[in-house]
């Protein structure tokens, strides 16, 4: 949301302060499902395997069970370093969204003649995610209720104007914000879930049907010999016939890769479960998930308790690029959400945040994920999914299985599937670039969504930077 409308309708500092005093600095998904929670070995010795996968995120999870759906007799080993979902696949606002080009308008700017195809695949990858859902038993709260975006400036109204088109009175009815303008619901496209109840349940399915999965078992080196690469850890090695490499975030093992994403964080808050009375002063009573149009734009949802998660606008780049706890805890983005929370939602004045707690985005440099094979097409990567992996990780977990697998699919054929996107330079360049692009993109938020010379040229070259 512009900050010059938060300028105008600043919530007392007091208030602000009130509200994060009794907060905890982790992710709430983690401490719900802390109880349920099962853990796995170390990895320990010498192995060999059919199929290795470096990463118990979404991606590898993902992938170990697509795996297996299609070989069962195929041996699969899925190596964590450090618990199953405690990265990004943890600490996300659980959107689980049917694009896989990050946008409708992203992807037309890219990719137009193959967009239909895009977006029919897309779709499917999110309907199958709900098949999936149901034919598992998984408990992940998943709720099929769309989103809402809405506009929060007169230029974004007009931006929305036609199809689907919700008047100011149309959109607050649904939520009921001062804030909004207009809006549109897309209703079929983003699902609600829980991340920590689904990353355990997608470890669960996966063990279920024979991948053997080791936490705490960092991968340090990759060397591949003749047909096989052999993964090293502290503990021991695991040959592999085949690598599915889904550390997203973190330094990819693949040197060629490493400036093809730079960590970018993101912050959240977490309500309290809002009294009745609460909730019947802003409605949502069909629960969709919330965006508005800004370039630093805010997202929020309520989750099955009824609390609302707050998250967005800062998207921060540290010099170096490096992912570490230290940046998890950043007050300045959480008093700003706060300030952001209360504005959106006056009549909440006095509701409590019960946690607060940021993490690392792998961002690519055309914001969303890309898929490579290297090491003689016996390693797969897929990086970069900017916020919008919790469906596209799926769709990712085929295309790295057919390209392993040599396969000619709809999925391999993909313009956008075959691309590799250009990297970020590196430092100090890197750094001054985002700074930059961050500071343009303010700009163009403040001045009527006008976006400056710099970034102009960066659109005309599919260059970018986003959260």
Request: net charge neutral; hydrophobic share 40%.
């Amino acid at each position: 949301m512009p900050q010059i409308v938060f300028e105008r309708q600043a919530p007392a500092s007091a208030l602000i302060h009130s509200a994060l005093a009794d907060s905890v600095n982790r992710p709430f998904w983690g401490d719900d499902v802390a109880a349920r929670r099962r853990a796995f070995p170390q990895f320990q010795g010498r192995a060999d395997t059919a199929l290795a996968i470096v990463g118990g995120g979404f991606l590898g999870l993902w992938t170990a069970i697509l795996a297996k759906e299609r070989d069962p007799a195929r041996s699969v080993v899925l190596l964590e370093a450090q618990r199953v979902g405690w990265a990004a696949s943890g600490r996300n606002g659980g959107f689980c969204e049917a694009s896989l080009t990050h946008g409708e308008e992203n992807g037309h700017k890219r990719w137009p003649e193959e967009m239909a195809e895009l977006e029919a695949q897309g779709l499917r990858n999110l309907d199958e995610i709900e098949a999936t859902i149901r034919r598992y038993g998984i408990d992940c709260d998943f709720e099929r209720t769309g989103v809402l975006v809405v506009a929060v400036e007169p230029y974004q109204d007009e931006q929305l104007r036609g199809e689907g088109y919700m008047s100011a009175a149309e959109i607050r009815a649904e939520l009921n914000s001062p804030t909004f303008l207009s809006g549109i619901w897309e209703k079929d496209s983003t699902a609600m879930i829980h991340p920590g109840k689904l990353a355990l349940e997608l470890a669960r399915v996966a063990s279920e049907l024979g991948v053997q999965i080791h936490e705490q078992s960092a991968v340090i080196k990759l060397q591949s010999r003749g047909r096989q690469v052999t993964l090293h850890t502290a503990q021991g090695q695991l040959s592999a016939a085949r690598v599915v490499l889904a550390t997203n975030a973190f330094p990819s093992l693949l040197k060629r890769y490493r400036w093809h994403t730079i960590p970018v964080y993101d912050y959240v808050l977490m309500t309290e479960p809002l009294t009745p009375e609460q909730l019947a002063s802003i409605g949502w009573q069909h629960r969709q998930g919330i965006a508005d149009m800004a370039n630093q734009f805010h997202y929020y949802r309520i989750t099955r308790d009824n609390r609302i998660l707050f998250g967005g606008y800062d998207a921060v780049y540290n010099f170096g690029g490096k992912v570490s706890e230290q940046h998890d805890d950043r007050p300045e983005s959480f008093e700003r959400l706060a300030s952001h929370f209360f504005t959106t939602f006056p009549q909440l004045a006095g509701l409590r945040f019960s946690h607060r707690w940021g993490g690392a985005i792998d961002t690519s440099t055309r914001f969303c994920a890309f898929f490579a094979l290297a090491r003689g097409g016996k390693v797969a990567y897929a990086a970069g999914f900017t916020g919008l992996g919790v469906g596209a990780t799926r769709f990712a977990g085929n295309v790295l299985l057919d390209k392993l697998d040599g396969l000619d699919t709809e999925r391999t054929r993909l313009r956008m599937v075959r691309e590799i996107p250009p990297p970020f330079p590196p430092e100090p360049l890197a750094y001054v670039a985002v700074q930059a692009t961050r500071w343009s993109l303010n700009q163009a938020d403040h001045n009527h969504g006008k976006r400056n010379l710099m970034l102009r040229t960066m659109d005309a070259l599919g260059l970018g930077f986003d959260s």
